[in-house]
């Protein structure tokens, strides 16, 4: 499976997202941005489309929800040891209160993994982010044998949130 992200303008976005109303597309907004989420087995719908090989999954997305892209740029010898720790992350949070989708994006033509989480709602977000359970690419977890710590991220972690927008009445 493969998701493609490309961002632009809400309007743009809206007509883009109609033109393909049996594809699973969600649009979502935040940081300033309108994004859509292309999740499909087969080939973008996108021009230009930011391109990723889900490796972990967990739940269904949803065209309503909170959706957090902790994004984490990792070396070419980093990436089976992060996949590895990270691959089954959603089974860890399908318990979770307000838990409703986890992703984990390989990057295809980057550096740059995506920690996809969809929930409820910002709240039940914000209980998970800020508890024991959460870890985002720490890297005194990634050690080798000896207990040597490994260097494998080339820049620092970042997260990215988004709301899909509600019709208001």
Do not use: C
Request: charged share 20%.
């Amino acid at each position: 499976m493969y998701i493609y992200m490309t961002t632009g303008t809400m309007d743009f976005m809206e007509k883009v997202r109609d033109q393909y109303v049996d594809e699973s597309i969600i649009l979502m907004n935040g940081g300033g941005s309108t994004l859509l989420l292309h999740e499909t087995n087969g080939k973008s719908v996108f021009q230009t489309p930011r391109k990723y090989e889900v490796v972990g999954t967990a739940g269904d997305l949803t065209h309503d929800g909170y959706f957090a892209m902790d994004n984490v740029a990792v070396t070419d010898e980093g990436k089976p040891i992060f996949e590895h720790k990270y691959k089954m992350t959603g089974d860890q949070l399908v318990n979770m209160p307000g838990f409703q989708a986890f992703r984990l994006l390989r990057p295809i033509g980057s550096d740059t993994y995506i920690v996809l989480t969809e929930w409820s709602d910002k709240r039940h977000y914000d209980l998970w982010h800020n508890s024991p359970g959460y870890q985002l690419s720490n890297p005194g977890d990634f050690k080798d044998q000896g207990g040597a710590t490994l260097h494998i991220f080339t820049s620092a972690p970042y997260t990215a949130t988004y709301t899909t927008p509600t019709d208001e009445i």
